[in-house]
T-cell receptor, first 111, second 114 residues
Framework: SAVISQKPSRDICQRGTSLTIQCQVD?????MFWYRQQPGQSLTLIAT?????????ESGFVIDKFPISRPNLTFSTLTVSNMSPEDSSIYLC????????FGPGTRLLVL | GENVEQHPSTLSVQEGDSAVIKCTYS??????FPWYKQELGKRPQLIID?????GEKKDQRIAVTLNKTAKHFSLHITETQPEDSAVYFC?????????????FGKGTLLTVNP
């Protein structure tokens, strides 16, 4: 299985600022995804990070708010832009193909 | 799009008993069904998965069954232990056409009492 790391592991940010989360995989993978998980809730898919092209966003999520990059087959970033307290959550990346493995998550608190 | 329903939302069992978690899905094109275990503060971990050409799969104390006609699948844990306590998520995807997007159920909090 792929080994996935995320940076930062947690952060506290002021409203109106932006945070970029990095996801690194130890091997080349077909697919990378970004999820949001509110405390005590399930995982909600934000977008599919496509290598070499624009990400595919799910309903309710837009590129201006959550720009995503995927420059190669092992790395992706998610930026949470113009943050508000409602963006406080855990952000997880996953990677793989049909079988997906998750990173450890980034715990974000927006004040 | 796909919709996955999961029941129960909470489950409490005595150590050594069996636990069963059930999920239903809506999209008949879904063909891959993984189960994840998430301990408090940790990442979701894949524990078992099943594909639509298989009716049952076992891995030690864990088994998953799939009924494609009824569009439901279940996780069975036998001889439960306190370390099985966690939130369990089922998911479904249609892996055809290189689209591996997972849709998750809402999760089941399993508590195994010593």
């Amino acid at each position: 299985s792929a080994v996935i790391s995320q940076k930062p592991s947690r952060d506290i940010c002021q409203r109106g600022t932006s945070l970029t989360i990095q996801c690194q995989v130890d091997s080349q993978v077909t697919m990378m995804f970004w999820y949001r998980q509110q405390p005590g809730q399930s995982l909600t898919l934000i977008a599919t990070a496509n290598q070499g092209s624009e990400a595919t966003y799910e309903s309710g999520f837009v590129i201006d708010k959550f720009p995503i990059s995927r420059p190669n087959l092992t790395f992706s970033t998610l930026t949470v832009s113009n943050m508000s307290p409602e963006d406080s959550s855990i952000y997880l990346c996953s990677a793989g193909g049909e079988t997906q493995y998750f990173g450890p998550g980034t715990r974000l608190l927006v004040l | 799009g796909e919709n996955v329903e999961q029941h129960p939302s909470t489950l409490s069992v005595q150590e050594g008993d069996s636990a069963v978690i059930k999920c239903t899905y809506s999209d008949s094109a879904s063909n891959y069904f993984p189960w994840y275990k998430q301990e408090l503060g940790k990442r979701p971990q894949l524990i078992i998965d099943i594909r639509s050409n298989v009716g049952e799969k076992k891995d030690q104390r864990i088994a998953v069954t799939l009924n494609k006609t009824a569009k439901h699948f279940s996780l069975h844990i036998t001889e439960t232990q306190p370390e099985d306590s966690a939130v369990y998520f089922c998911a479904a995807s249609n892996s055809g056409g290189s689209n591996y997007k997972l849709t998750f159920g809402k999760g089941t909090l399993l508590t195994v009492n010593p």
